[in-house]
């Protein structure tokens, strides 16, 4: 009973919420003088928005002789769309309406997509009728490719461009630091690291709790290929995401503030999704042009994931919406996502540095357009493959453990880090700091029951239960490290 009462205060809070929440921006016809309108939900920046809703309205004008009104809706990342979108659609229900007044989700991660399409809260995509060639092994956009999914197999949802999650960092900060250039994601577990990490909180985005989970998974890989349990590769990574957290100045809402904060020299190195990595790289740069941003692919560390988008359940203007879509994926869109701007078919003002999705686009003439003439994603031989039977069921489990165990109890963790490089690494006070024994494979490897559950309550309680634990041991392993640092010390003063 109480539970439900929390369910239905908290619904009337997004209810009301929902129009403030929805903050209004276009650059297209004014919502007066249009002649249609289209409203699109999207984690999508200023760049991307103003870009395609110019380019969109433009096309729209040359294809149908009328003017429309993009108009967008920016909640925040894809944790606080996927809110909005359940809370309306819990409201729609409720009050027996058809949608939440909302066309389009454009943009984000595909696990938040398929989540959405699990719930029925999108339609079938007419461009796969109107445009089947598209689509396939002949095609030029793939159904899978390095284990993800590029259009849903109901066909409700399709990818526009294609993103890698990776590490950015600062050259001359390494240097300062005596460490070499990471080339994957276990360099950033190093303590030479400790207090110059960025990192991003993954509660707040889909695509950085993919990342979490492809980091855990590359472990669990590598121990079976080295004829080991799948068990212990997921320690490893698990610990591994503690060392890196460790060494984490901060967790970042904003995705953006971790290239910034390299290239300004407020951090050695973080994780970064590709294409803010190279818009910085691009915008920042010493004097006599060298980079003060350098963005990779960790090797054997991270896939090509899709960025969909789907035309929502009960869309007030379904036709122009089918119709948005389908532009997406003409060669004429697509050359928005890496052509330089100001060229014939590329962005207008600023350079949106992101991979299309279709792979006919990677040929030579095109590519000298760019601004990344030297990408080319489906011909990369160092590609991950992701396999959805190792952690496709924990990608909530981690993010929300990836909060308890790092974020809620980042100054203990940090402390005790600390303790312990100074300590010389203590094997005891490691093999506690480490311990992740609560979580292990067994618990957790499929997903964890209390993390995942439904019930708020249930899931705060075993949230609570586990910060408890992870706090503690980090308090233990500080105390373990500063005694074992206080007895060397007083044997060598004898």
């Known amino acids: 009973m109480k539970a439900r009462l929390i369910w239905i205060v908290a619904l009337l809070v997004a209810i009301v919420g929902l129009p403030m929440a929805l903050k209004r921006e276009s650059e297209t016809a004014s919502p007066r003088s249009a002649d249609d309108r289209l409203v699109i939900l999207s984690p999508h920046n200023e760049s991307i928005r103003k870009e395609f809703g110019e380019a969109f309205a433009a096309w729209w004008k040359k294809a149908k002789g009328r003017s429309v009104y993009v108009d967008w809706r920016t909640p925040g990342g894809t944790s606080e769309i996927r809110m909005v979108i359940d809370a309306g659609f819990k409201a729609a229900e409720e009050t027996g309406r058809d949608g939440i007044g909302v066309d389009l989700f454009f943009g984000g991660g595909e696990p938040d997509f398929a989540g959405q399409a699990k719930a029925g809260r999108f339609v079938p995509l007419d461009v796969f009728l109107r445009k089947p060639e598209l689509f396939g092994e002949k095609g030029a956009i ?16 399709v990818g526009t461009c294609i993103s890698q999650f990776g590490i950015c960092f600062n050259p001359d900060y390494l240097k300062r630091l005596g460490l070499s250039e990471p080339t994957k994601w276990r360099d950033l577990g190093d303590a030479g690291y400790v207090g110059s ?35 212990n590769g997921w320690d490893e990574g698990l610990r591994l995401i503690q060392r890196m957290a460790a060494n984490a100045r901060y967790f970042t809402d904003s995705a953006s503030k971790i290239p910034q904060d390299v290239g300004q020299g407020n951090a050695a190195a973080g994780m970064c ?15 006599d042009g060298r980079p003060r941003v350098v963005w990779i692919a960790p090797l054997g560390g991270t896939t090509l994931s899709a960025d969909p988008v789907a035309v929502l359940k009960g869309a007030p203007h379904p036709e122009i919406a089918q119709e948005f879509v389908e532009f ?41 357009k760019t601004t990344m003439p030297g990408v080319k994603p489906y011909a990369d031989e160092g590609n991950f493959t992701y396999d959805r039977e190792l952690t496709g069921k924990v990608f909530n489990t981690l993010r929300q453990l990836v909060k308890v165990m790092c974020i809620d109890s980042h100054e203990e963790m940090k402390s005790a880090w600390e303790a312990m490089i100074a300590a010389g690494m203590p094997e005891e006070a490691v093999m506690v700091f480490h311990d992740v024994s609560k979580v292990s494979h067994e618990v957790a490897g499929q997903g964890d029951a209390g993390l995942d559950n439904k019930d708020s309550l249930v899931q ?35």
């Not at 509660?203 to 590359?218: C, D, M, N, Y």
């Open 197 to 231: 990490l960025a990192l991003a909180d993954p509660t707040k985005s889909g695509s950085v709790a993919r990342t979490f989970e492809l980091l855990v998974q590359g472990e669990m890989q590598s121990a079976r290929a080295a004829g080991g349990e799948l068990r």
């Open 142 to 157: 793939p159904e899978n490719f390095t284990g993800e999914r590029y259009y849903a197999a109901d066909r409700v949802w």
């Open 460 to 494: 705060g309680a075993r949230m609570m239960e586990l910060g408890e634990w992870f706090r503690g041991n980090y308090v233990r392993a500080r105390q373990i490290a500063e005694n074992s640092k206080l007895k060397i010390q007083t044997s060598k003063a004898r």
């Open 328 to 368: 997406c994926l003409t060669k004429e869109a697509q050359g928005l996502w890496f052509l330089r701007p100001g060229l014939e078919g590329g962005p207008v003002e600023r350079a949106l540095h992101r991979n299309p999705i279709r792979q006919d686009l990677y040929d030579e003439a095109t590519l000298a």
């Open 273 to 287: 999704i590709d294409f803010y990595g190279r818009s910085y790289a691009t915008e920042l740069a010493t004097d």
